[in-house]
């Protein structure tokens, strides 16, 4: 079945690799982000904040990714409390006014950040969860009202707790230096392979935490099987595949 999925940041480091995988499946889709990118037409282009722009943009939409958001720790006030609270708040309410049936909502292994170096692992969702720091308290608000979606609303709510998907050359030096970062790195195809397992899982599934990494090099930071079992999650590549993929 095809879906018309509404994907924000959409121009981002990950919304440019999900378009182009929701695309190759031929799902219908769109953007929405406060800057331009070339490579999907229908797109809105503004910011979280304004919530009759979102309002358009869901008009004939049934699935939501959420992943526009200040991608790491930042000026609290500035940009995460906008981004990632308010613009978290906008755009679910705004799914839910248009009646759509599912939010895929980009979280981070940040959320459980010291058990990666603690253990036990792998890190399974139902672990009690260890959050790094201000940008992953703001995916801890994400979660929890995501979860109140799916009971308050019967939404099927789906939160992803995403590995390392490196953004610019830094990023990816940082990820050479670490075998642990290795080991929770996110290709560009394995996460759009991510996200649209999750536009396409069964629609009985009401709420899930599943995590997305490629295959780890050496040790599973992360247990993936959730994402297997629930969206038919199977990463094919492992660091360093994908890096120089930056379209
Ligand atoms: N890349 C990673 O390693 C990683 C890891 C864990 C979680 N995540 C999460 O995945 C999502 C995508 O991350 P990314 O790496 O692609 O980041 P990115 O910065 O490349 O993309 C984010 C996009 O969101 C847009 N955006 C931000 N705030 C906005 C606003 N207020 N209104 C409209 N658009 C806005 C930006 O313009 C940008 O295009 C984020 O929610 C991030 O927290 C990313």
Not at 99 to 106: D, E, K, N, T, Y
Not at 178 to 188: A, G, K, N, T
Request: a neutral charge; proline letters at 5%; charged letters at 20%.
């Amino acid at each position: 079945m095809n879906h018309s999925v509404l994907v924000t940041g959409s121009s981002g480091r990950i919304g440019r690799a999900v378009v182009a995988e929701l695309q190759r499946r031929g799902h219908r889709v769109r953007g929405f982000d406060r800057v331009p990118f070339s490579g999907l037409a229908d797109t809105f282009l503004g910011d979280l904040s304004d919530r009759a722009l979102l309002d358009q943009a869901m008009t004939g939409i049934n699935c939501l990714i959420h992943l526009a958001a200040t991608p790491d720790d930042a000026d609290f006030l500035e940009e995460l409390v906008p981004n990632n609270l308010v613009g978290v708040y906008h755009v679910l309410e705004s799914a839910r006014a248009a009646g759509l049936s599912r939010a895929v909502l980009a979280s981070s292994g940040q959320a459980n950040w010291w058990q990666q170096t603690r253990g036990p692992l792998p890190i399974r969702a139902s672990d009690p969860v260890s959050p790094r720091y201000w940008y992953a308290a703001t995916k801890m608000f994400l979660e929890a009202i995501g979860y109140g979606f799916a009971e308050t609303h019967g939404m099927s709510v789906i939160t992803a707790r995403l590995g390392w998907c490196p953004r610019d050359a830094g990023q990816v030096a940082e990820i050479r230096a670490s075998e642990r970062f290795q080991d929770v790195y996110l290709s560009p195809a394995d996460a759009g392979r991510f996200f649209a397992g999750c536009v396409e899982a069964p629609t009985h599934l009401r709420h899930a935490v599943v995590y997305a990494t490629s295959k780890p090099r050496r040790q599973a930071i992360f247990d993936l099987e959730a994402a297997r079992t629930l969206v038919g999650y199977e990463p094919q590549e492992s660091w360093p595949m994908g890096i120089d993929d930056q379209k």
